[in-house]
């Protein structure tokens, strides 16, 4: 993972956490919307490539007590996405990262969690999607078509059921949620700077004058 620059709560599927290797239905994945797909046309195409972010990459989660760190939003990688949420009562951060790839049973072990590289990595799978720990980090990964959408926080920081509940609920954003997340494509306003040598008279030159033997 390279390094990277995180809304309303949802109703969440059962939190049933299933044993390696099986499949039950509540196993996090990527969701999307119709109304989300109709926006990669729109403000979130225009908003995403402004920031260099795919649009497709462009996912939003939230999770009780915790609020988007505006300042936290931006490009992974080429063009992937990254945000990351903060809990106001205890500052832990549960961070979102989409990025372009795969993983699988083969792969997984050689990914490390979060931007913790060299690190040994621990993979379990829960349904289609893989929880993850490694130097003291846990993750869930879930993959999606090209892409794989990953929630990641410290393990003592952050409970596994909560960093579940926030991969359940990743979901590609509507409008609202585009303009909370997302900053403007359109470009700040040039302001003049003014410059206080110049005079308010004449050709407008700079005032180079100063006393004798200066």
């Not at 794989?148 to 410290?154: G, I, N, Y």
Request: glycine share 12%.
């Amino acid at each position: 993972m390279e390094h990277a620059r995180v809304l309303p709560v949802l109703l969440l599927a059962p939190l049933v956490l299933t044993a390696c290797g099986s499949e039950k239905a509540g196993d996090p994945r990527p969701s999307g919307s119709p109304s989300a797909a109709a926006l990669e046309s729109g403000e979130l195409a225009s908003r995403a490539r402004a920031m260099g972010v795919a649009p497709e990459l462009v996912y939003v989660t939230e999770a009780p007590g915790f609020t988007l760190a505006r300042q936290s939003v931006g490009v992974l990688g080429d063009d992937g996405f990254s945000a990351t949420w903060v809990d106001g009562g205890t500052g832990a951060l549960l961070r979102l990262a989409v990025d372009r790839g795969t993983i699988t049973a083969e792969s997984c072990p050689g990914q490390p969690v979060g931007d913790m590289s060299g690190e040994h990595t621990t993979c379990a799978r829960e349904g289609d999607a893989w929880y993850r720990t490694g130097a003291g980090r846990h993750e869930y990964a879930l993959p999606g078509d090209g892409h794989v959408v990953r929630l990641s926080a410290e393990q003592d920081a952050v409970p596994r059921d909560v960093l579940r509940a926030a991969a359940l609920a990743a979901h590609r954003p509507d409008a609202a949620e585009t303009d909370r997340l997302l900053p403007s494509a359109e470009p700040a306003p040039a302001t003049p700077v003014e410059r206080g040598d110049l005079p308010p008279f004449g050709d407008g030159a700079p005032d180079n004058h100063v006393d004798v033997g200066g």
